[in-house]
């Protein structure tokens, strides 16, 4: 069984940083390309960035470049998200999905993480 | 920026079809996906690469897809399909940025 947990979200000042992690089971981590979507309260579904699978390509919304990193351990099976200088319309629910770019679409995601920026 | 389309809001009584809509330039060009997401919940796929259907996805989902243009139709809506319905494509300029459009609430009563 595909698992995504993801971790890391909590409540950070505006201009903070925070790490989220991805944990992953169930598949060939190796073999596919991973992405992280967001969800602001009430609002709708964001791609936020993606990865392929050997971290050779990468690829950020533009509400995020320059301010996020993605990254991934293949030894851990493991994709994080580095973000830095948070704002606070950076405010969402954070999900991990496999899948990245036009080869491979998200088709497993978890439960999310929630990160709140606020002062 | 690239943009997909949804209209805001569907409603439809139990057993009626019902049709959601996706515009976007590069459509043509691209696949589309839809995600079924309900209260709480996180995102199902319910139709890929156009009009296939997962395994487990009942047979009344189904896809198309007409020029800029593509539809998710549910045919004889159940209750429990009312949920947020959103479709997904790559940008026009990048095939390695994911794009979804604004998200489609159907209400089925």
């Known amino acids: 069984e595909v698992q995504l947990v993801e971790s890391g979200g909590s409540v950070e000042r505006p201009g903070g940083s925070l790490r989220l992690s991805c944990a992953t089971s169930g598949f060939s981590f190796n073999d596919f390309g991973m992405s992280w979507v967001r969800q602001a309260p009430g609002k709708g579904l964001e791609w936020v960035s993606g990865i392929n699978w050997d971290g050779g390509s990468t690829a950020y919304a533009d509400s995020v470049r320059g301010r996020f990193t993605i990254s991934r351990d293949n030894a851990k099976n493991s994709l994080y998200l580095q973000m830095n200088s948070l704002r606070a319309e950076d405010t969402a629910l954070y999900y991990c999905?496999?899948?990245?770019?036009?080869?491979?679409?998200?088709?497993?995601w978890g439960q999310g993480t929630l990160v709140t920026v606020s002062s | 920026s690239y943009e997909l389309t949804q209209p805001p809001s569907v409603s439809v009584s139990p057993g009626q079809t019902a049709r959601i809509t996706c515009s976007g330039d590069?459509?043509?060009?691209?696949?589309a996906y839809w995600y079924q997401q309900k209260s709480g919940q996180a995102p199902v796929v319910v139709i890929y690469?156009?009009?296939k259907r997962p395994s487990g996805i009942p047979v009344r989902f189904s896809g198309s897809t007409s020029g800029t243009m593509v539809t998710l139709t549910i045919s004889g809506a159940q209750v429990e399909d009312e949920a947020d319905y959103y479709c997904y494509s790559t940008d026009s300029s990048d095939n390695h940025r994911g794009v979804f459009g604004g998200g489609t609430k159907l209400t089925v009563l």
């Open positions: 999905a496999r899948g990245y770019g036009s080869g491979s679409y998200l088709a497993y």
């Open positions: 690469e156009d009009n």
């Open positions: 590069a459509l043509p060009k691209k696949y």
